[in-house]
């Protein structure tokens, strides 16, 4: 008996660390015009046994290319794509039709991201009523993928303490019809969230080492939560602004969060070596966040290439990789 509860608490913790190892991801761009092929890019990413990707856009190359891949992948519908789906149901259905029902029996869709960062914001009112249109055409098609968006850290309007944020006045109601239906749905909100960003845009009150993971960093103390790092707070934040518009049962996703590696005085290479590698390790953990503890935040690295037509600056410096397929720096991806 003894011998067989080592065995099944061995198989559990195998299981566990291959969760967590396929909870990190990379977003895959297209803004360059000197990019390698799609095919060259699987092959790299099943090399560095990078097992999920978020791609922005339905790109029929691409999704030719990750046919057989076994890469799981978050599929984004175009901005400005989303009026015309929320009050249009046979557009949501033909969008369904061209984009997702020729490579569904050989891409592993696992979301479909209607819209991206479109909140706040002229286009929010339309993002509820096209997740709904997709869903419904989706299943129609005998594809049930889960329908979500993404949505940045300004759709709150506080924000610290992480257990005091709430979403801005103005997309309460917003956010409350969503997180209705991703609660329905069972589906996850997906957040973009940059400390980074925070850091440069507040550096006397946001310490370099508590963006970075980095393990002597002070931290904050929220009520009975401790928190090491701003990665979690962010993601807390908006766990506990879900919350108050009854979206408890929610799951976040980390749709973006990276670190450039040139463009201004904190964007450099061994920063932002540090903070992708830290960020790896912590989300390979299974540790989760103090919120949401043990459970394995699932987050893609923004962003597998240096993209040239992109803004000048830190926006074109994100990429794990420059576009002739040379690292930028070393991320140290979990095994298999």
């Known amino acids: 008996m003894g011998r067989l509860c080592v065995l099944l608490f061995t198989i559990a913790c195998i299981l566990s660390t291959n969760s967590c ?59 400005e794509n ?20 020729p490579y569904k029996s050989s891409v592993k869709f696992t979301c ?23 869903d419904v055409a989706l299943n129609a098609a005998n594809s049930p993928i889960p ?6 850290m300004q759709v709150l309007g506080t924000s610290f303490p992480p257990s005091n944020s709430t979403f801005s006045d103005e997309i309460v109601a917003t956010m409350q019809g969503i997180a209705g239906f991703l609660a329905t749905k069972k589906a996850p909100l997906l957040l973009n969230a940059y400390p980074f960003f925070a850091r440069t845009g507040d550096p006397s009150n946001v310490p370099l080492d508590y963006a970075l993971f980095v ?32 979206g408890s049962t929610i799951d976040i996703v980390v749709s973006e969060t990276g670190w450039p590696s040139a463009g201004n005085t904190d964007a450099t290479v061994e920063n932002a070596k540090t903070y992708a590698n830290n960020l790896v390790s912590h989300v390979a953990s299974g540790q989760g966040t103090p919120k949401r503890p043990g459970k394995a935040l699932e987050t893609y690295i923004f962003a597998m ?30 095994a298999s």
């Open 21 to 79: 190892a396929r909870a990190i991801g990379v977003n895959y761009g297209f803004l360059g015009d000197n990019l390698p092929t799609p095919a060259n890019v699987v092959a790299l990413l099943k090399s560095r046994n990078i097992q999920k990707i978020r791609i922005f856009n339905p790109n029929p190359d691409v999704l030719t290319a990750l046919g057989g891949s076994g890469i799981e992948v978050i599929l984004g519908v175009r901005n």
């Open 82 to 101: 989303l009026e015309e789906l929320a009050s249009d149901a046979t557009a949501a259905a033909r969008w369904v039709n061209i984009n997702v029902s």
């Open 112 to 134: 479909i991201s209607a819209g991206n960062e479109v909140i706040p914001g002229p286009l929010a009112g339309n993002v509820l009523g096209a997740m709904q249109n997709l």
């Open 147 to 152: 329908v979500s968006t993404v949505v940045p």
């Open 215 to 246: 393990g002597n960093a002070a931290g904050i103390n929220d009520g009975s939560l401790h928190y090491m790092n701003l990665l979690d707070a962010m993601v807390d934040s908006v766990y506990s602004a879900l919350e108050k518009v009854g």
């Open 305 to 334: 290439f240096n993209e040239n037509l992109k803004p000048v600056g830190v926006e074109r410096n994100f990429g794990l990789y420059y576009p002739d397929m040379t690292e930028v720096y070393h991320v140290n991806f979990p």
